[in-house]
């Protein structure tokens, strides 16, 4: 079946990628999201990987891929952003499904940005409209270009995080306008 002249809805930058060396979702985590927190300016004590939220009475569990700066009590966990790995979005369908996934841990931990990463890029959300629209879109390559990172830096990096919510929605809302005109 022949499916090149569809009309099925084709994901942002599948053709542009540069990661032959991600394998699995291991990779992802390992070569591409950890070097990423790093570019952060995240240390590996900043963040936790496979967090463990208990959800009601202990008969079920969330556990995202990555919590960033997670402030965790007794009873209570919050994270400034979480990180859902992923080693490939393949389909609309299945991005729905990550998106819903992602979504659920940080409404959980009451972050402020959630983040869809795989080996074709990453897709930045913030709960300023409830982690709904992808303000920033990016593959790997476009991250390596200084403009696009700052931008995503802005937002995510190391003590960047904007605890207004008010704050953010400018934000988000001007690095939408930024990132249709940069495709570089």
């Not at 994901?11 to 291991?26: A, C, G, S, Y």
């Not at 009601?56 to 007794?74: Q, S, Y």
């Not at 931990?109 to 303000?135: M, P």
Request: proline share 3%; with cysteine; aromatic share 12%.
């Amino acid at each position: 079946m022949d499916l090149a002249c569809s009309d099925l809805p084709k994901l942002t930058f599948l053709e542009n990628v540069e990661t032959p060396d991600i394998q699995r979702e291991k990779d992802v985590e390992n070569k591409l999201i950890k070097p990423f927190l790093n570019d952060l300016g995240y240390l590996e004590d900043n963040y936790i990987q496979q967090l463990y939220i208990e959800i009601g009475n202990h008969n079920h569990a969330l556990i995202p891929d990555f919590v960033v700066n997670p402030k965790i009590a007794e009873g209570h966990k919050s994270a400034e952003f979480i990180i859902e790995a992923k080693f490939s979005v393949i389909s609309k369908k299945e991005f729905d499904e990550y998106k819903k996934q992602a979504r659920s841990y940080a409404n959980q931990l009451k972050a402020k940005y959630s983040v869809i990463a795989s080996k074709e890029g990453i897709w930045i959300s913030s709960e300023t409209d409830d982690y709904s629209r992808d303000f920033i879109v990016l593959s790997w390559t476009q991250l390596k270009n200084p403009d696009n990172f700052y931008n995503v830096k802005k937002f995510l990096g190391y003590g960047n995080v904007i605890k207004s919510s008010a704050a953010r929605k400018r934000l988000t809302d001007r690095a939408s306008e930024f990132l249709m005109l940069s495709d570089d």
